[in-house]
């Protein structure tokens, strides 16, 4: 008897991991093919094509999870954090296209650094941008003060509509 009560309780505490059926994928197909179809040049897919890329999908997801998961581990850890994301991102080579997807954190004063190093570069190459968005900014700031005259006109407006009718208080 208390052989069964232990096997019940192992089986309570184990979570149940879902066995590969040939020929089938766990994300679903249709939504595939859907986000497939978003790209204007292609037009049809076939199903083995869809079935072939939703696997590809999978074994990549799984992939780059366990390594996230290698990472949680090493910080005796058993959540997968978007910084292990990150650093898997960052230290294996085949995830460097990821880069800019998934970039590794930093704080708000390093953000700040990093863009104030950058923006000489694009200063010393882009004049031309810079002569363009002085131009743009004039031309709003004119706008702006047509719509503010505007604005203006129509308060003088109601308020002489108000003191010649009387009755309407």
Do not use: W
Not at 49 to 64: K, P, Q, R, V
Not at 81 to 91: F, M, Q, T
Request: proline share 3%; with cysteine.
């Amino acid at each position: 008897m208390s052989e069964n009560t232990e096997t019940q309780e192992s089986k309570s505490t184990q979570k149940t991991v879902t066995e590969r059926v040939p020929g089938s994928t766990i994300l679903p197909l249709a939504r595939i093919k859907r986000v497939i179809k978003e790209d204007k040049d292609v037009s049809l897919i076939n199903a083995e094509a869809t079935f072939c890329i939703a696997y590809a999908t999978e074994l990549f997801m799984e992939y780059l999870v366990k390594e996230a998961f290698t990472k949680a581990k090493k910080d005796k850890r058993k959540t997968v954090y978007y910084k292990d994301l990150a650093g898997a991102v960052k230290e294996i080579e085949q995830f460097e296209f990821l880069e800019d997807v998934i970039p590794t954190t930093m704080t708000l004063k390093a953000a700040i650094e990093k863009r104030k190093e950058t923006l000489p570069e694009e200063n010393s190459s882009s004049s031309n941008s810079q002569n363009k968005k002085q131009k743009t900014e004039v031309v709003i700031e004119e706008h702006v003060e047509e719509e503010e005259e505007e604005e203006e006109e129509v308060e003088t407006q109601d308020d002489d509509e108000d003191m010649e009718d009387p009755k309407a208080e």
